[in-house]
């Protein structure tokens, strides 16, 4: 089994002294405030800055802050120049960079590439304040106002950029982050662990290019180096050529070895010594694998080959991904020109107490004051919910949670839970008694995990619950339905709500739960994503079939019904994902129409960095299979043209929407769904006056005007990377 790593407060603090500042520094005067003269580590982030656990700077901030390191933060500096990197002056240690929660591409772009008018994460949600690729140009930045100065490059934009990958936006393979920020290290993931050991290591005067050994890190070594002369390396640079396969030795052999001739001008040969096969425990042979695991290292196939073959992409992107879970996974390595990006095993997850201990860390729960009365539209969102756990083991392959986050759930203790629904009660501006999300990307997986530690270490499975939920997975809900029950007991909270991603497979393995959920936290509406209702998509994107949406949908409207409430199921569904066609679109707004959904916003497939769905949508191979030149090969819509029609079929109802699918419909032979009978889809060229009035009268489905009665008839935040399952 693996090791236990340092729990995150065993360490020594830095500066014992150091007490909580109010807000963590954005300026000169703040720091002279709080008696500095200077940072330890200053941290810039593509982000407004808001003291919240929710926000990944802040969360790292306090959490260094509680180590006695004096923190500053830099939030969207011009980076047209290098002066605003200086605003703090020269770091002691180092700087931090990130794009923010998101990842800057997505959060600018659409999935049509298009500028997005707005930005949740800045105030007054003012879009433009972030440049494009944020790591990188931040990273040269700092790198160009304090030469020397170490910097570190991570979150979620430089996690899913850590090795070669395909970028959307360029529609090229581009280098990792770490080549073109020139960073000297990237954490990748969960970055406590990493983050506080390296910060306590630089203290102590070790050089940052000594610093190989920590989990979730990568950086840039040259070409063929290795941590120790007994590390092995695994060549995995072709398509399906297998390494050389040494004989074993037969301990059932009888037959003697020839013995050599005497009396002839031959040499003798040397004498065989025959060695006995030493029988092992399980226990023995699993201490040996695992020595020889955490020795070895993996070759996944070079930038230059990776940019030009798109098989043997698809190659290193299965590779990348098998070898996730923290329990068995190898270090990478992939060749960048003449310089190697070494990428360690993941980091391991943290345990319940070290949950707690970050997410109980003193956080101002607010907008940093320098935004004055600005609304900042993520903030707005969040102030309200509590986060209970972290990771996601759906491996849903469009989504980047598990690629980020991990597939093994982290959970806070309900004690924990509690006492911060008492801060929002006590300190949040605003509250009215309602929290509106207790949950986390996945509503309901806390605390479930493996059966048997053993076999959860030892696990490949890209999914626990695709294509069936695994035996050995606890899908117990009762933890959760007593963490709810405790949270609606507390005095001056009125109401709970559940508006996380719901995985409605996992949830009708307990009615108990659904019931629970149904009668207490839904506000009217509850989302969720069942994303398709063909088979052909289904099985790329790894969700389960409409099977398990209609046991839910069962249970849900029984138990709604027995509350005595008018309640609604939303699905979410995407266009244009690998591996869908145009009849399974139009079969899926032919579901639609026949639910009669009449769908508000809707979501065309987005192609984020390293997800196996984009993998899919660059090489048209399907890395959830083993690869080959002739492998399965994913049919995926790529023509801007093809990818409106699928968008507008989710919009059936749109006349806007009904030219194209009309032109749509009869390339596809099926003029017999255009007319205006209810088995049609949408009407005939020149009806298009009676049926637009027809559909705005007040024949609006009740779904929809319960959706617009509560508001939550709105797009998932966060694009494709941050969705919740």
């Not at 990273?139 to 170490?150: L, Y």
């Not at 709500?497 to 207490?520: I, N, Q, W």
């Not at 959904?597 to 997800?611: C, H, I, N, S, Y």
Request: include cysteine; aromatic fraction near 8%; charge should be positive.
């Amino acid at each position: 089994m693996t090791s236990a790593p340092p729990n995150l407060r065993s360490y020594n603090l830095f500066r014992p002294d150091l007490k909580p500042a109010p807000f963590l520094p954005m300026s000169r005067a703040e720091m002279q405030a709080l008696g500095w003269d200077s940072c330890d580590i200053i941290l810039i982030t593509g982000d407004a800055y808001i003291d919240h656990p929710s926000f990944g700077m802040a969360l790292v901030g306090r959490l260094l802050e509680a180590q006695g390191f004096r923190v500053g933060i830099i939030s969207q500096p011009d980076w047209l120049s290098a002066d605003a990197f200086r605003s703090l002056g020269k770091p002691n240690l180092y700087f931090g960079i990130t794009a923010g929660n998101m990842d800057s591409m997505i959060n600018r772009y659409t999935a049509d590439r298009k500028i997005r008018t707005d930005d949740a994460y800045t105030a007054g949600g003012e879009p433009n304040k972030r440049p494009d690729r944020a790591v990188t140009v931040y990273a040269q930045r700092a790198r160009e106002a304090f030469p020397g100065i170490p910097v570190v490059i991570g979150s979620i934009e430089a996690s899913l950029r850590r090795i070669a990958h395909y970028d959307y936006w360029s529609d090229t393979v581009r280098r990792s982050v770490l080549a073109d920020s020139k960073a000297d290290i990237l954490i990748f993931g969960n970055a406590e662990r990493a983050l506080k050991e390296l910060s306590h290591r630089l203290a102590a005067g070790e050089p940052i290019k000594s610093i190989r050994d920590l989990r979730g890190t990568a950086f840039m070594v040259p070409r063929g180096w290795k941590p120790a002369d007994d590390w092995s390396e695994i060549d995995s640079t072709r398509v399906d050529t297998p390494g050389k396969v040494e004989a074993h030795p037969d301990p059932y052999e009888m037959k003697e070895k020839e013995p050599t001739v005497c009396g002839t001008d031959q040499p003798a040969a040397e004498e065989v010594k025959v060695q006995p096969i030493k029988l092992m425990t399980r226990e023995e042979r699993r201490a040996q694998e695992k020595e020889i695991r955490e020795k070895s290292v993996i070759r996944l196939p070079a930038f230059e080959a990776v940019k030009d073959d798109k098989v043997t992409y698809a190659h290193a992107s299965r590779v990348f991904h098998v070898e996730s879970n923290p329990g068995n996974a190898r270090a990478l390595v992939q060749a960048h020109g003449e310089r190697d990006v070494w990428l360690n095993p993941p980091p391991l997850p943290l345990a319940m107490d070290e949950m707690d201990h970050v997410y109980d860390l003193p956080y101002a729960r607010a907008p940093h004051p320098a935004y004055g009365k600005a609304k900042i539209p993520a903030w707005d969102m969040i102030r309200f919910s509590v986060n209970i756990m972290r990771g996601c083991f759906g491996g849903c392959s469009f989504c980047s949670i598990t690629e980020h986050e991990g597939r093994i759930i982290q959970s806070r203790s309900e004690p924990s839970i509690l006492r911060e629904i008492e801060l929002i009660r006590d300190k949040t501006k605003g509250f009215a008694g309602t929290i509106s999300d207790l949950g986390g990307p996945t509503a309901n997986m806390y605390r479930l995990a493996c059966k048997d530690k053993r076999i959860e270490e030892s696990c490949r499975r890209l999914s626990c619950v695709y294509p069936s939920i695994c035996s050995n997975l606890n899908t117990d809900h009762s933890k959760l339905i007593q963490l709810y029950q405790r949270a609606r007991e507390i005095p001056g909270v009125k109401k709970i709500l559940v508006s996380s991603g719901l995985r409605y497979d996992l949830a009708v393995r307990s009615p108990e739960y659904v019931k629970e959920l149904v009668t207490h936290h839904v506000g009217g509406l509850l989302k969720i994503a069942p994303e398709h209702s063909e088979e052909g998509p289904l099985s790329k994107m790894m969700k389960p079939g409409m099977g398990s949406y209609y046991k839910f949908k069962e249970l849900f409207d029984k138990y709604s019904k027995e509350a005595g409430k008018e309640q609604y199921l939303i699905p979410y569904f995407i266009a244009a994902h690998p591996g869908t066609t145009d009849e399974d679109m139009l079969n899926l707004a032919l579901w639609l129409k026949q639910n009669d959904f009449r769908l508000d916003k809707v979501q065309t497939f987005l192609p984020t960095p390293m997800a196996m769905a984009t993998t899919m949508y660059h090489t048209r191979k399907n890395p959830l299979r083993k690869i080959s030149q002739d492998s399965e090969t994913v049919e995926t819509p790529r023509l801007a043209k093809i990818r409106r029609l699928h968008k507008a079929l989710l919009r059936y109802h749109d006349p806007a929407n009904w030219e194209s699918i009309r032109e749509g419909l009869q390339r596809m032979g099926r003029s017999d769904l255009i007319g205006s009978g209810p088995q049609h889809l949408v009407p005939r060229a020149g009806a298009q006056e009676t049926l637009s009035k027809r559909v705005r009268s007040d024949e609006t489905p009740p779904l929809n005007r319960l959706a617009k009665k509560f508001g939550q008839n709105k797009p998932r935040p966060g694009g494709a990377v941050s969705r919740k399952r």
